[in-house]
């Protein structure tokens, strides 16, 4: 019997980085999954996006593990098709237990107003609409994870204006998630619905391994590449290490999905290494 044995959890951005490592994993543990992704580039964002190909492997990966993955290419911005996805996986597992709003972008170094609105829309109101098209599905012991990040929570990181408006979006999404999940864990909590946010430092994905973040923290290299930039990643650290893996985030969402946290709500659960109290040392606002 896996920790999520039974259990059916809707997954965002579920064809590679986290949202894969989660699916994989709670696959692993007993859970059906259903997951979507956009398999497909946005203008503003310098980094490549997540492939059709990838969502396939995704699918391998979830079987290989004995478990079963329906998954669906759909934009989270689009509650049309989200609100869809989240029936059909409904209609055929037959229940939902657990959520997690994985998807995500950062589109830095563009000062195209649009950069803004794509982070903006992605990161937090595709959130909003994720958590939206699952709620009526959700019963008690339901759980809901949100993915934040430590970068948006420390002032001058992500929303530095050497990172154009589409950090300033990224960093305006990421925070109002934390908002969002300490409101709304009061308003489902007598429904004994948790709600709660996982905010990590450097993840080892693509969207860390990409030029584009190279040059945050290299800017006086004209094309930094990884090798130019790990020295330096670990400046979002206490703990000394570049990056956490995707499996460490998996393990606190794993917990926030099991039974194991059902007293647990309203959470900002930081995989940071100790990067925010190394940076906010003062008694935390978050």
Request: hydrophobic content about 40%.
């Amino acid at each position: 019997m896996g920790r999520l044995q039974d259990k059916v959890v809707f997954v965002t951005g579920v064809a590679r980085g986290q949202g894969r490592t989660h699916a994989v994993r709670l696959a692993r543990e007993g859970a059906k999954v259903v997951g979507v992704d956009l398999c497909d580039n946005i203008k503003t964002n310098a980094y490549p996006l997540a492939t059709p190909e990838d969502l396939a492997e995704t699918t391998r990966l979830v079987e290989k593990e004995g478990g079963t993955l329906i998954s669906t290419v759909a934009d989270v911005r689009d509650r049309q098709s989200l609100f869809a996805a989240v029936q059909r996986g409904v209609e055929e597992f037959g229940r939902l237990d657990g959520v997690v709003a994985q998807a995500g972008i950062c589109p830095l170094g563009s000062d195209d107003p649009q950069a803004f609105m794509d982070a903006f829309t992605v990161d937090f109101v595709g959130v909003v609409n994720t958590v939206e098209a699952c709620l009526p599905h959700l019963a008690e012991g339901g759980s809901i994870v949100a993915t934040g990040s430590l970068a948006a929570l420390l002032p001058g990181a992500t929303d530095n204006p050497t990172n154009g408006t589409g950090g300033l979006g990224y960093s305006l999404a990421k925070r109002t998630i934390a908002s969002f999940v300490n409101d709304l864990s009061i308003v489902l909590g007598p429904k004994k619905i948790r709600v709660n946010a996982v905010h990590p430092t450097n993840c080892n994905t693509d969207m860390l391994n990409s030029e584009i973040m190279y040059r945050q923290f290299r800017p006086d290299i004209e094309s930094p590449t990884l090798e130019d930039a790990l020295p330096v990643f670990p400046v979002m650290s206490v703990m000394n290490v570049p990056y956490v893996e995707p499996e460490d985030v998996t393990d606190t969402v794993l917990f926030l999905l099991s039974d194991e946290s059902r007293f647990v709500t309203g959470m900002q659960m930081r995989v940071d290494a100790g990067g925010y109290v190394r940076n906010r040392p003062a008694t935390p606002a978050f």
